[in-house]
């Protein structure tokens, strides 16, 4: 039990990669309190993970109120916040820079970058209080590659990076640890949707171009993610810090 | 920890002490049978001593891994005792006395890039070649937090170790679809020998990190673990930081 006693927060929950990591955090020994804008998938999961290890919670994470109440709800559910799962984020549209709108960019960089900060600005007084923790941030292979078509995406994903590096730096001394977990093209609906928006109709021809191009030959599978996520969560990386950890099939290599 | 390697076999360079010693430990304890390699044979001696008393499945082997006979020769012997090689960890490892480039020696040149580049090849192709004919393989390079950034006065140390990353990574692309997947872990300041022999003050080295202290070798051997296992499934030319926050600044 690689997680024994940990409370576990985690935004983006419903989606691909935040159900297998719920699964996989509760396999381990924590308890869940689940964050998602989908509060129906949010609700059959407590369900099949029992209300003594997991609650959930309705959050848009680019509003400040909500995260904050979303952070209170889990403090007053299960007393503290040991690991906290930056995980919520868009894709946004496809489409060149000067194709794009501006209502785009701001959504994206709302959802996928403020949402962290406010994550983190809400989270770490609780883990200062309660001695420490950890908090693992979402970034993506897009985070240290460039790529087209999907500038504030991309542009999002680099941004986690500077601000998982400072808020590592800032928190050490309240022995908060802070790193991002850099997926590739992850088994979601979130890559059906980028294949669909990059050759519409017809993604598989996309997924069949982006496997090519990754040494592994694969897309990754959720729970692979959430391996590295389950690493990073618990005291084995208790030297971890401040780094960014690839789970890419071999993109960044 | 709770990783399970029982039946793996796993050869570790460097095992004599360290985080090659720390490894073999912790793969001991995980159910693995463990092949230590050591340029000391007296560190191999009493480090199999230790495990086998463990309860360790455990052989020595006595070689230095910037001679390719001496590599051929302990894959060989690997082979015999095991009839395998699951896991490789390539920790081997060494620097020199700090000094400014203009008065670097030739000597000390070879040696370091001899043990911690060429030394990291040999034993690569050599684990390739078996893991080739296996079907499969996993490999874990000790890289370190200077494959990435710089240390005044260590110019071979530092580019032997950016050197093992482009190996790492190189491999890692060139072996991705035949099962075998290729990884570093990059340590920052552990205390191990090897570090409190070059450098006088480690206190000053803590400072180095956001976590003001050095890492543990025990905190190294988990990221190994983790890397040679399945839970790494996806993970192929990761360089996979333990620092402390070092390289964050």
């Known amino acids: 039990m690689r997680l024994d006693q940990k409370v576990v927060l985690i935004t983006g929950a419903a989606g691909g990669i935040g159900i297998a990591a719920v699964r996989r955090f509760v396999e381990e020994g924590a308890r869940v309190v689940i964050a998602d804008m989908n509060i129906g998938a949010l609700e059959a999961i407590v369900d099949e993970l029992g209300r003594d290890k997991a609650a959930c919670v309705q959050v848009d994470v680019s509003q400040a109120e909500q995260v904050e109440s979303m952070v209170d709800f889990c403090v007053a559910t299960f007393g503290g916040i040991d690991v906290f799962v930056a995980n919520a984020g868009i894709e946004g549209k496809i489409g060149e820079i000067s194709d794009s709108t501006v209502e785009n960019f701001d959504r994206v960089m709302s959802v996928n970058v403020r949402g962290v900060w406010l994550g983190l600005h809400y989270v770490i007084p609780v883990m200062r209080q309660g001695g420490g923790g950890s908090i693992i941030i979402t970034s993506s292979g897009a985070g240290v590659k460039g790529s087209v078509n999907m500038v504030p995406y991309n542009t999002s994903k680099h941004a986690v990076i500077g601000l998982m590096r400072c808020a590592a730096l800032e928190s050490a001394k309240y022995n908060i640890r802070v790193n991002t977990v850099n997926p590739g093209a992850i088994e979601t609906r979130m890559m059906r949707s980028i294949e669909d928006g990059f050759v519409p109709g017809d993604g598989s021809q ?48 | 920890m709770s990783f399970d390697f029982k039946g793996k076999v796993v050869f570790i360079t460097g095992a004599g002490a360290g985080l090659g010693f720390a490894c073999a430990q912790s793969f001991v304890k995980a159910g693995a049978k463990v092949a230590l390699a050591d340029i000391s044979s007296e560190a ?179 990221a190994v673990l983790f890397l040679a296992s399945d839970l790494a499934s996806f993970n192929t030319g990761t360089l996979l930081p333990v620092d402390g926050g070092w390289t964050a600044i």
């Not at chain 1, 171009?209 to 084995?236: I, K």
């Not at chain 2, 340590?187 to 480690?202: F, I, K, M, Y």
């Open chain 1, 206 to 253: 996309f997924k069949q171009q982006l496997e090519q191009m990754t040494p592994m030959g694969r897309y990754g599978l959720p729970e692979e993610v959430a391996n590295m996520m389950v690493f990073l969560a618990s005291d084995e990386s208790s030297y971890c810090t401040g780094s960014v950890y690839m789970v890419d099939g071999g993109n960044a290599a």
């Open chain 2, 44 to 222: 191999v001696s009493s480090a199999v001593v230790s495990l086998g008393e463990q309860g360790g499945e455990v052989i020595g082997l006595t070689g230095d891994v910037s001679i390719a006979a001496d590599v051929e020769r302990m894959l060989a012997e690997v082979i015999k005792s095991f009839g395998r090689l699951d896991i490789a960890v390539n920790n081997a490892g060494i620097s020199s006395a700090l000094v400014p480039l203009a008065e670097t020696q030739e000597s000390d040149y070879d040696r370091v890039m001899g043990v911690n580049i060429k030394g990291v090849w040999l034993c690569m192709r050599a684990e390739l070649q078996q893991m080739e004919q296996q079907g499969s393989g996993c490999i874990v390079n000790i890289a370190s937090a200077l494959s990435q950034k710089t240390y005044p006065g260590a110019s071979f140390y530092v580019s032997s170790k950016f050197a093992v990353a482009g190996l790492t990574r190189n491999a890692a692309v060139e072996y991705a679809t035949k099962n075998i997947r290729i990884n570093a872990v990059c340590p920052g300041n552990v205390a191990t020998p090897l570090v409190v022999s070059a450098v006088e003050d480690t206190s000053a080295l803590a400072e180095l990190h956001a976590m003001k202290r050095l890492g543990t070798p025990e905190e190294i051997a988990n």
